[in-house]
């Protein structure tokens, strides 16, 4: 399975963007799907995720902010983020499980600037 994230860019505080990963198998045959992200010196951390036939959770530091969904038909999971703070800056990874297996999307940047 391939994951081709996309969407990041540069935007001011208090903007939007929504990152679009697609993946070259099935979104609706995954065990999970998420995105994460890592800012430099720090961590990769989980921003939003899904597991199948669960409810989608979100880091703490996003919630009522960022929101994840997908669309089955294009085999695409989005992140819409709203409301974008300079913390938010980080390079952003796709995540999708497959029966156990755990694959990656490139990343894209999002920088949070004014």
């Known amino acids: 399975v391939q994951l081709q994230a996309s969407g990041g860019g540069l935007v001011q505080p208090g903007g939007s963007l929504r990152l679009s990963c697609a993946a070259s198998g099935s979104i609706v045959t995954s065990n999970a799907l998420g995105w994460y992200r890592q800012a430099p010196g720090k961590q990769r951390e989980l921003v939003a995720g899904?597991?199948?036939?669960?409810?989608?959770n979100y880091a703490d530091s996003v919630k009522g902010r960022f929101t994840i969904s997908g669309d089955n038909a294009k085999d695409t999971v989005y992140l819409q983020m709203n409301s974008l703070k300079p913390e938010d800056t980080a390079v952003y990874y796709c995540?999708?499980?497959?029966?156990?297996?755990?694959?990656w999307g490139k990343g894209t940047q999002v920088t949070v600037s004014s």
């Open positions: 899904m597991v199948s036939g669960g409810l989608p």
């Open positions: 995540y999708a499980n497959y029966l156990g297996m755990d694959y």
